[in-house]
Structures are given as structure tokens and as C-alpha cells.
């Protein structure tokens, strides 16, 4: 058996390390120079991104390319360098090796390897000892470091070294790349290029009312209310270049569609950036590209609906002395933006809203209650309930610490708000009189008008607040309707004053009663009312003698003539809060005659009336007349039918003449019948009546009057109607006319029997009037002789 001498095996184990020396090499550099390739590939790639988008790669992307970078990488160094360096090199695979190289060896050394450890006979063994030696012996001569090609690895090397020397330079000249690609691929960061953007913005809103800035959340959405505007705001950071354009990309979610769009924005100062949305109703996401900037992750818009009141209503504690309390059990729901109460009511004024509530802010003109919550999340953070009081021009005068919690004026669930208040003209009185600290119900003065502002868990404000103006109604003074009937001016001293009318008030008349003044005496005296009132809202005046009228009796007050009388009625109000309040009516004034100066007030008054009617008959008589000299074309007509055309009119025209002059002689002799009703009632009352006197003017005037007007003139005037008929058929107008003479007739034979009654009153009248003339002369002449005798008697004792 026979041994490779040690100088073939030492020669083959240097050759060995050649090959791996080798390999590992070549291996290093082409790792080298592909990781070199790579990084140049990965970082222009990021930054033409970057010029083009102003954003960061996607992260997908790059961990795509750091895995395929590793993935290369791994291979290369598995396939160029570890399969390869630990390959198990055989010596017969390394002497095959030379063998190629150096063909000079012819075959020796490999057949000095392959005998190796086989059994052989002396012989042969004696020539592969001899070949052994020759082999080794050319080996020695042989130069085996040629057996490499140095070119490739050399190349290779000289790339790699190139190429990392260009690594190694950019990442001492400019470390900020280096770092930059290193955060990107390696750290996978999202905002990798921020530190290197000349452009820095920051997005935010401005919300409403108010113009208050609100920032997106850090998820970058905003809640923003449905059908409001909204309007970005885009500032630039200090430090940074402030680009010169912003512009907003959006897209909007439109049910099952989207919209996309593009807006330049407004620049607003240095720096500061604005675009309004108008009526959003829809999702909306957005990006701001301004310079070098864009938001990697879009700011999103969701739309929410924003707080609002539905429903008001309000659970009133009405006065006592309205007699409202069996209404306080009803609510009272606001319809509209306007409710009256009575003044002094408190109200418990209830708000259900659409969504949960953090603050709820009522505002008026001179005061501000709020109350709420801090924290949205727990709920559980209530914030102090504050008012404030302002003045009139709007300025903070006190701010208040209410001791009601907001646990208290919110439910549960925070839709619903109870805050009471207290409706009275004295709210600004107790206003000054606040502490540190007040108590519910906030006083409020009438007609305040309330706005009710709304802050929701979505920290959304309630764009159009909702209002409320609560008007007091101020408890009036009583209503006092009256006036005298049955009197006038000027009455006797016996007299009984009839007043009729109706008291009235909103919440009930509690008390009335007469006050008068005699002559010009400044103190007012009063007298009760013979019925009075019981807190109704409208009392009519009534005694128990006469259901229509409250009688004033003179007799007690013993006047004497020429004296002056002021009456009137007075009335009084339950208000016991602002009260009560008192009125009066019509101030009636009285002059005290004696009975025969009234009479003969009367008589003229009575001697006018007649006049007045004397004229009526004459009216009614002329009417007589042209009837009787209408009956000729009446009769024309009725025999020559349409053909008598000027006929037709001439009766058409007469007859609604006559129609019309007779309704108004019908209303004028109607006033007479009522005047000589009053007449009569005068009489009555001033006690200067007789049986006699009554059963004169009852039945000789009174009594024929109501007759004349009641039914004679109606008979008469629906003669005249007969008569148009008559026209409009075009015929029957003589029977008309024929009969229409005897209801005219009848008027004025009733006419001319009152006037007979009416001249027999003026002759007694006048009788009456001469003996009371005779009386005053008879009256005077007894004074004057009175006069004389004292000074006769005066005159003589003086002479004595």
C-alpha cells in the first residue's frame, strides 16, 4: 500500500487554501458592490418618490425592498461564499485541478493520488514510488500561483471597493441621507423625510360660533355638524419656509358615490392659510400639499348632527291670586320661540335634545348661566354652574357660583335639561343683592330673551342656538266699562243715579265700590256697591233692586242746589305680589237743580223732539203725495207693458226713492221713541215723577211711537218692496201702488195723533213753565221788598 509523499499533499493543501482565499474574496466583493447597488437603488428610488409626491414611501414597500435586499443579500452569501468556501475540496479533485493547468505533469500527479492506499505488488509499487517522485519534483518547479485569474477579482474587487468608497463618502458628506434612508428601511418610520422638509404645516379648524380653533383628534379626524360650514385653517410653523400655495385635495363620500376635488386656498398673512367648505353634508377625507409638505395619512371629516333642542316645555307655579293653580300640573309646551306667563310665576324650563350634552349655555341680554361637564369621556367632571351678569353694553359686571350641580339640572343621559327660573320686574333688584354664591330659580325680568347654546360629547357647538322669550304678563288694573243711563248733567237732590257697565280684569275682580267728591273738596269719599264682586274675571253691575244698573242714591248725601257731584266706580284686584292695583271709570259730574228747573230742561228737550218729528210727518206726507200722482204712468205702464220704456224708469227711480226716505223717516222716528224713553227714565230717577205725568207720556207718546215704528212703517215699507217686485216682473205695479196708499195713510193718521198728544203736553208745559216764571217773580219781588225794609229800618236807627 503507498502514501502521497508530503511534499504532494503540502503542495495540494496550499493549493487548497488558494481556492477559498479565492472564493471568499470574489464573495466579499460581490456582496459588497450588490449591497452598494442596492442602497443607490433604494435611496434614488425614495428620493424621486419624494420629489414627486412629497411623501414617504409606502412602509410596504419598503419592508418589500429590505426583505428583498436581505433575500439577495442571504443568497449571494450562501451561494458565492458558504457553499462554495465549505466545499469539500477531494486531493484527487485537486490534483484533476493542476493536472488541466499544467500539462507538463503529464498525468503524474493524479496517478500518484489515486494509487494512494492501493494494494499493489512490489513492482508496481516501486513505479508509483518513482512516479510519486517525479510528480513531487515538478511540482516544486511549477509556479501555482498562476494557476488563478486574477482579472475577475480584481475587477470585482476594484467595483466593490469603488462602489463602497462612494457609500463611504456620502455617509460622511452627508450623514442626513444616511440616516434618513437607515430610519426608512431599516427603522421602517413613517415620517422619515420630516426632518428634512423646508415645509412644515399644521391643520386645524375653526369652528363656530365664535370662530374658536379646534385641532383634529390623534387619529386625525375632526366630528364636524351636518349642513355647517367648515373652513380649515393651515398654518406654517415657525421655523419653517412658508410655502408659497397650499392647496386641499378631497374627497368627499357621497352615499355610495365619491367626489373628488381640488382647492387652492386663501393665504391669510404670513404664513396662514384658509378655504371654507360650504353645507357639509358628507364625509370628507383631505390632504394639504404646500411646498415640499403633504399628510401622509389623509385628515378625515366625519359628519355628525349637531345638538339641538326638540322639544321645550315648561312646568309653571302660577301665583295664587291668578286661581291658575289647578293648570300646574300641565306642562306648557313651547310652540314657536315666544311664551307669555303672568308675572311671579316660576318655571321649570325643560329641554330634550337629540344627542348627549357636555355644556349647556343660556344667554340673555343681561345675564349668562352655564353648566356642564369637563370630561366627555367619564362624565363625571362637572364644572361649577356660573352666572354671569353684564351690563347694558355688554360688559361682565359679576360672575356667580350657582349651588346647583350639573348633575341636578342634567338627567342621566344628558338629553335632558331642567333649569328653573323666576319670571318678575324686580330680577334686576335681587340681582344686586346676589352673594358669592345664589340659589335656584335665577330671577329673570319679562320679555327675556333666552338663547340656548349646546355643547355635545363630539365637542360639537349648536350652530343656531334656540330661543326662547319668556313675556310676563303684567297684572293689569282692573278694566272699568261704564256709564250713566237715565240721567244727565243736572239732577235733583232726591235723585237715584243708575250706572251700568262691566268690570273686568284677567285674574279676577276682588273688590268695588262707589267714590265721589262734593263740590270741590279735595278728600274722596266712598260708598259700597250694593252687590259686590267675588273674584270673577267680569262682574256686571247689578244691586238688588235692579239686575242692570247700580243705583247712587243722593238723598243721604242732603245736597242742597247749585252743588256739584264727582262719581265714579272703583275697582281693585287680587295681586297681593305687585298689588293690588286699583282703577276707576269715567268720572261722571252731577249739578244738583231744583225739580222745576229739571222740568223745564226737559220740556225743552221735549219741545225739540217735537219739532224734529213734525218734520218726519211732513217727509212722510210729501211721499202721499207723489203716490197718488204716480198712479197715471202706473196705469200707462200696465196697459202698454215693455214697450213703455220711460215709464219703467220713471217708477223705478220713484219707487226706490220713496223706499229710501221712508226707512230713513222709519230710523228717525225710532231715535225719537228712544229719546222720549230717556226722557221718561229722567223723570224716575230725579223723583220728579207722577202717576199722572208717566201714563201721559206712556200711552199718549210712547205706547204710539212703538206702534208707528214697530209695525206701520214695516207695513208701508213692504208695500214699497211690493211695488219693485211689481217692476222687475212688469206688472201689477197700479195694484201695488193702490195698495201701498193705505199702509201710507195709516202712518200718517198715527203721526198726526201723536203730534196732537205731543202739542197738549207743550200747552200744559208751557202753562206749567208761566206759573213757575210768575213764582220766581213773585219770589224775587219778596226780596227785594225784604231788602228794602232792612235798610229802611237800618238807615232810621242810625238817624236816632
Given at each position: 500500500m503507498t502514501k502521497i509523499p508530503a511534499e504532494i499533499q503540502t503542495t495540494l493543501k496550499r493549493f487548497r487554501r488558494w481556492i477559498r482565499r479565492y472564493i471568499l474574496l470574489e464573495g466579499l466583493a460581490v456582496l459588497i458592490a450588490v449591497a452598494c447597488l442596492m442602497f443607490w437603488a433604494t435611496f434614488l428610488l425614495d428620493v424621486a418618490y419624494f420629489r414627486f409626491s412629497s411623501l414617504e414611501l409606502p412602509s410596504t414597500l419598503r419592508l418589500v425592498c429590505l426583505l428583498v435586499m436581505v433575500g439577495v443579500l442571504a443568497g449571494l452569501a450562501i451561494s458565492w461564499v458558504l457553499l462554495r468556501l465549505f466545499r469539500q475540496f477531494r486531493m484527487k479533485d485537486l490534483a484533476l485541478a493542476l493536472e488541466r493547468r499544467f500539462p507538463q505533469l503529464r498525468d503524474q500527479l493524479i496517478t500518484t493520488v489515486q494509487m494512494e492506499h492501493e494494494h499493489a505488488t512490489p513492482l508496481k509499487t516501486s513505479m508509483i514510488e518513482r512516479t510519486s517522485r517525479e510528480a513531487a519534483a515538478k511540482l516544486s518547479q511549477l509556479p501555482l500561483e498562476e494557476t488563478f485569474d486574477q482579472a475577475p477579482l480584481k475587477r470585482l474587487a476594484i467595483t466593490a471597493t469603488v462602489l463602497f468608497c462612494t457609500l463611504a463618502v456620502f455617509s460622511v458628506a452627508n450623514a442626513a441621507g444616511m440616516q434618513r434612508w437607515v430610519h426608512a428601511y431599516i427603522f421602517s418610520e413613517d415620517n422619515y423625510w420630516d426632518p428634512f422638509r423646508q415645509q412644515a404645516l399644521t391643520v386645524k379648524i375653526i369652528a363656530q360660533p365664535g370662530e374658536k380653533i379646534k385641532e383634529f383628534d390623534e387619529k386625525r379626524i375632526y366630528k364636524h355638524p351636518r349642513g355647517a360650514d367648515l373652513q380649515l385653517l393651515v398654518e406654517s410653523h415657525d421655523e419653517a419656509v412658508s410655502p408659497e400655495d397650499v392647496t386641499v385635495q378631497y374627497i368627499a363620500f357621497e352615499g355610495n358615490t365619491t367626489g373628488r376635488g381640488?382647492?387652492?386656498?386663501?393665504?391669510?398673512?404670513?404664513?396662514?392659510?384658509?378655504?371654507?367648505?360650504?353645507?357639509?353634508?358628507?364625509?370628507?377625507?383631505?390632504?394639504?400639499?404646500?411646498?415640499?409638505?403633504?399628510?401622509?395619512?389623509?385628515?378625515?371629516?366625519?359628519?355628525?348632527?349637531?345638538?339641538?333642542?326638540?322639544?321645550?316645555?315648561?312646568?309653571?307655579?302660577?301665583?295664587?291670586?291668578?286661581?291658575?293653580?289647578?293648570?300646574?300640573?300641565?306642562?306648557?309646551?313651547?310652540?314657536?320661540?315666544?311664551?307669555?306667563?303672568?308675572?311671579?310665576t316660576q318655571i321649570d324650563l325643560q329641554g330634550t335634545c337629540n344627542k348627549p350634552l357636555r355644556v349647556v349655555d343660556i344667554r340673555s341680554g343681561r345675564f349668562q348661566l352655564s353648566f356642564g361637564f369637563n370630561d366627555s369621556e367619564t362624565g363625571r367632571l362637572a364644572k361649577s354652574t356660573t352666572l354671569i351678569l353684564r351690563d347694558d353694553e355688554n360688559q361682565i359686571l359679576r360672575t356667580i357660583e350657582v349651588t346647583a350641580s350639573a348633575e341636578s339640572l342634567l338627567s342621566e343621559d344628558r338629553m335632558n335639561f331642567t333649569v328653573p327660573f323666576l319670571i318678575t320686574a324686580q330680577a334686576e333688584q335681587a340681582w344686586e343683592q346676589f352673594g358669592e354664591l345664589v340659589e335656584l330659580p335665577i330671577p329673570i325680568p319679562p320679555d327675556s330673551a333666552l338663547k340656548i347654546f349646546l355643547e355635545d360629547e363630539d365637542d360639537i357647538y349648536s350652530p343656531e342656538p334656540a330661543s326662547l322669550t319668556v313675556n310676563g304678563i303684567v297684572d293689569e288694573a282692573p278694566v272699568i266699562d261704564t256709564r250713566r243711563t237715565g240721567v244727565g248733567a243736572l239732577v235733583t237732590r232726591n235723585a237715584s243715579i243708575p250706572i251700568e257697565g262691566l268690570l273686568a280684569d284677567d285674574y279676577g275682580v276682588t273688590d268695588a265700590w262707589f267714590g265721589f267728591k262734593i263740590g270741590s273738596a279735595e278728600s274722596k269719599q266712598t260708598r259700597p256697591l250694593g252687590s259686590l264682586p267675588r273674584g270673577q274675571n267680569e262682574f256686571t253691575l247689578n244691586d238688588k233692586t235692579d239686575k242692570k244698573v247700580e243705583r247712587f242714591d243722593l238723598r243721604p248725601l242732603k245736597l242742597q242746589e247749585g252743588e256739584s257731584l264727582t262719581l265714579a266706580i272703583y275697582a281693585q284686584d287680587g295681586d297681593t305680589l305687585n298689588g293690588p292695583h286699583i282703577a276707576h271709570g269715567e268720572m261722571f259730574s252731577f249739578k244738583v237743580v231744583t225739580d222745576d228747573e229739571l222740568l223745564a230742561r226737559l220740556f225743552d228737550r221735549e219741545v225739540n223732539l217735537r219739532l224734529r218729528f213734525e218734520q218726519i210727518r211732513s217727509e212722510v206726507g210729501d211721499l202721499r203725495e207723489i203716490l197718488g200722482e204716480q198712479s197715471a204712468i202706473a196705469k200707462t205702464f200696465d196697459e202698454q207693458g215693455e214697450s213703455a220704456k220711460t215709464e219703467a224708469v220713471n217708477l223705478s227711480a220713484f219707487v226706490e226713492r220713496s223706499l229710501h226716505q221712508l226707512r230713513k223717516n222709519q230710523t228717525e222716528s225710532r231715535s225719537i221713541e228712544v229719546s222720549f224713553r230717556d226722557l221718561r227714565e229722567e223723570m224716575v230717577n230725579n223723583g220728579i215723577d207722577t202717576k199722572e205725568k208717566l201714563g201721559r207720556i206712556d200711552n199718549g207718546v210712547i205706547a204710539p211711537l212703538s206702534v208707528l215704528n214697530d209695525d206701520l212703517f214695516v207695513v208701508a215699507d213692504q208695500r214699497y218692496a211690493l211695488q219693485r217686485l211689481s217692476l222687475q216682473r212688469g206688472t201689477g205695479i197700479t195694484d201695488a201702488i193702490n195698495e201701498t196708499v193705505p199702509a201710507i195713510d195709516a202712518v200718517i193718521a198715527q203721526m198726526d195723533r201723536i203730534l196732537d198728544e205731543m202739542r197738549d203736553r207743550g200747552t200744559i208745559n208751557d202753562l206749567i213753565q208761566m206759573g213757575e216764571k210768575i213764582y220766581l217773580e213773585q219770589l224775587k219781588q219778596l226780596e227785594e221788598t225784604e231788602k228794602k225794609r232792612i235798610q229802611e229800618n237800618f238807615f232810621f236807627d242810625s238817624s236816632q
Open positions: 381640488r382647492a387652492n386656498m386663501n393665504r391669510f398673512g404670513d404664513g396662514e392659510f384658509r378655504h371654507t367648505f360650504s353645507r357639509v353634508v358628507d364625509d370628507h377625507r383631505l390632504w394639504i400639499r404646500g411646498g415640499d409638505f403633504v399628510n401622509r395619512t389623509p385628515y378625515r371629516i366625519q359628519i355628525v348632527d349637531p345638538p339641538q333642542v326638540d322639544q321645550m316645555t315648561l312646568k309653571c307655579d302660577y301665583p295664587s291670586y291668578t286661581g291658575m293653580d289647578g293648570m300646574e300640573d300641565q306642562l306648557v309646551s313651547v310652540v314657536g320661540t315666544q311664551v307669555s306667563l303672568p308675572m311671579e
